[in-house]
C-alpha cells in the first residue's frame, strides 16, 4: 500500500535540514579558530619570549653553601664550599663547587645583563652561563655544531674534544676548545630543554688542572631547568 506526502515537501528534508546546520558549525568554528588562533600563537609566543627573550634579574639571588655530607674535619673549606645561583623568573639554578665572585654589573655598558644569567670568576676559572632563545634545532647535535661553528670563526679557537652527558635529566654536550699557539682552555657545554637552549662557557689557563677536575666532576648536577 503506498503511502502519500500529503504536504507536497520531501520526505527527505529533516535530513537535508541536519546536515546544513552540521556544515554551518563547522564553518562557524573553522571561522572562529582561524581568528583566535593567531592571538593564540602571539600570546604563547609573548610569554616565552618574556621568560627567555630576556633575562629577569629581579629575583636572583647567590649563596655560598657548605653540603653537611662535605663539611667532615680535614675538608679544605674552599673545596667544601660551593657558590649556588638561582633565577626563579627563568627557572633555573646554577652550582658551581667553590668560591667564586659574581661579575655581572649593571652599571658596566660594555655588558647586557639581559642576556646573561651570570658571569662567575674564582681563582682558576670563569664561567658565564646564558640562555639561547628561540632554539628550532632539529637536535642537540646540530645545535652544538652551530655554536662551536660560531665560537670557531669569531675567536679562532679550533673544536678538539667532545662528550655525551646528562644534567640534571637534561641531554648536554661538552665540547672542549684550544686556541692554536696557546695554552688557553675553553669549555662549551649545551644543554637543550625546549622550547630554549642552555649554555655554559668555562675557561682557564694552564696551571689549573684541579680546579677543572673539580668542575667536570660537578657538571652533572650542576645546571637545574624548571
Known sequence: MSEFNLS??????????????????????????????PLLCFLVWNHYLQRYGRVDHSAD???????????????????????VYRNPQSGVTLKVPGVWGDLKD???PKQDPS???????????SVRFWPIFPDFSPSLDVSAGVLAAQFGRRSGF??????????????AKEMEFRKPGSNFRMNLVLIRRWPAAYALLIT???????????????????VEIE
Open 106 to 108: 649593571p652599571g658596566d
Open 8 to 37: 507536497g515537501r520531501p520526505a527527505h528534508e529533516p535530513l537535508q535540514t541536519k546536515s546544513s546546520q552540521a556544515i554551518l558549525r563547522l564553518l562557524i568554528f573553522s571561522g572562529a579558530f582561524l581568528l583566535l588562533a
Open 158 to 171: 679550533r673544536l678538539t674534544t667532545q662528550r655525551e652527558l646528562i644534567i640534571r635529566g637534561n641531554r
Open 204 to 222: 682557564g689557563y694552564p696551571g689549573t688542572e684541579e680546579a677543572w677536575k673539580q668542575f667536570e666532576d660537578a657538571l652533572p648536577e650542576a
Open 115 to 125: 642576556r646573561s644569567f651570570c658571569i662567575f670568576v674564582s681563582r682558576d676559572l
Open 61 to 83: 639571588t647567590v649563596e655560598i653553601t657548605v653540603p653537611q655530607a662535605q663539611s667532615l674535619p680535614g675538608t679544605p673549606a674552599q673545596l667544601a664550599r660551593a657558590t
